[in-house]
């Protein structure tokens, strides 16, 4: 069942998005060779915290830390460590959440290390533009699936390929609600979409193979080739004046 959220509740949630946005911002200034996933782990707790919001990663579902750092051919779910050093020509991806009040917000980008290769310049920007696409889509009377085909039918326009092993999803009191939010399909299938609906839409995005691993630490999944990966998201509301982004800067 979508849970809608009503005007209340969405300020909530957007209380929570300026939050996750702040610290994603700050991480984009932390970001450089040398710096380990850790201290960009221990950055994002200490931003959060201080904001009077709580982490909404550690300890769910047993994961370990509070950001996700993802680095390179490696999806999701990268697990921080004071022995894993970013390095000159790295892109990371950085994933985190913050709960406000009971309420979530769910958000990530991916970062260049310095100077990057021009082909993983390209990639970030088209899942970057690709979750753009998709959030247009967020609108009263669209189906679910019109945003997962506008994220897949850019992102596939470039030559990328779209991650089907991990989705998007509904988003509020809990940080996983109803419903699925896929980056690929054909258009015009799932719920419809009504005023108070929140998600969290997330393209992964692969410069080869969409298929994916999960390692053994049970959490970090990667490319199966291992060619690099990138991943964007937003929380986004649907109102009856159009898609609203939470967590917006």
Same mark, same amino acid.
């Given at each position: 069942?979508?849970?809608?959220?009503?005007? *209340?509740?969405? &300020?909530?949630?957007?209380?929570?998005? #300026?939050? !996750? *946005?702040?610290?994603?911002?700050?991480?984009?200034?932390?970001?450089?060779?040398?710096?380990?996933?850790?201290?960009?782990?221990?950055?994002? &707790?200490?931003?959060?915290?201080?904001?009077?919001?709580?982490?909404?990663? #550690? @300890?769910?579902? @047993?994961?370990?830390?509070?950001?996700?750092?993802?680095? /390179?051919?490696?999806? $999701?779910? @990268?697990?921080?460590?004071? @022995?894993?050093?970013? #390095?000159?020509?790295?892109?990371?991806?950085?994933?985190?959440?913050? !709960?406000?009040?009971?309420?979530?917000?769910?958000?990530?980008?991916?970062?260049? $290390?310095? &100077?990057?290769?021009?082909?993983?310049?390209?990639?970030?920007?088209?899942?970057?533009?690709?979750?753009?696409?998709?959030?247009?889509?967020?609108?009263?009377? /669209?189906?679910?699936?019109?945003?997962? %085909? *506008?994220?897949?039918?850019?992102? &596939?326009?470039?030559?990328?390929?779209? $991650?089907?092993?991990?989705?998007?999803?509904?988003?509020?009191?809990?940080? %996983?609600?109803?419903?699925?939010?896929? /980056?690929?399909?054909?258009?015009?299938?799932? *719920?419809?979409?009504?005023?108070?609906? =929140?998600?969290?839409?997330?393209?992964?995005? /692969?410069?080869?193979?969409?298929?994916?691993?999960?390692?053994?630490?049970?959490?970090?999944?990667? =490319?199966?080739?291992?060619?690099?990966?990138?991943?964007?998201?937003?929380?986004?509301?649907?109102?009856?004046?159009?898609? !609203?982004?939470? =967590?917006?800067?």
């Amino acid at each position: 069942m979508i849970i809608l959220k009503s005007p *209340a509740e969405i &300020e909530k949630m957007k209380a929570a998005g #300026k939050i !996750v *946005a702040g610290a994603l911002d700050g991480l984009r200034a932390v970001v450089r060779p040398g710096v380990t996933t850790a201290e960009l782990d221990a950055f994002a &707790e200490d931003y959060i915290r201080g904001c009077g919001a709580v982490p909404a990663f #550690k @300890g769910y579902m @047993g994961y370990p830390a509070t950001v996700c750092a993802s680095i /390179n051919e490696e999806v $999701v779910h @990268g697990i921080p460590s004071r @022995g894993r050093a970013l #390095k000159e020509g790295d892109i990371v991806g950085l994933d985190l959440g913050a !709960v406000v009040d009971g309420y979530f917000g769910d958000a990530a980008i991916t970062v260049p $290390v310095g &100077e990057i290769a021009k082909e993983l310049r390209v990639l970030l920007d088209v899942t970057e533009a690709s979750l753009l696409k998709g959030i247009e889509k967020a609108i009263v009377g /669209n189906r679910v699936s019109d945003i997962s %085909h *506008a994220v897949q039918a850019y992102a &596939e326009s470039f030559g990328f390929s779209v $991650v089907t092993d991990f989705v998007g999803h509904g988003i509020g009191r809990r940080l %996983h609600e109803e419903p699925q939010v896929p /980056n690929f399909g054909p258009p015009g299938q799932g *719920a419809r979409l009504k005023a108070g609906t =929140t998600l969290a839409i997330e393209p992964m995005i /692969n410069m080869g193979t969409a298929h994916t691993v999960v390692l053994d630490d049970g959490w970090t999944a990667v =490319t199966l080739d291992r060619r690099p990966s990138a991943h964007f998201e937003h929380t986004v509301a649907v109102t009856d004046d159009g898609p !609203v982004i939470l =967590t917006a800067v």
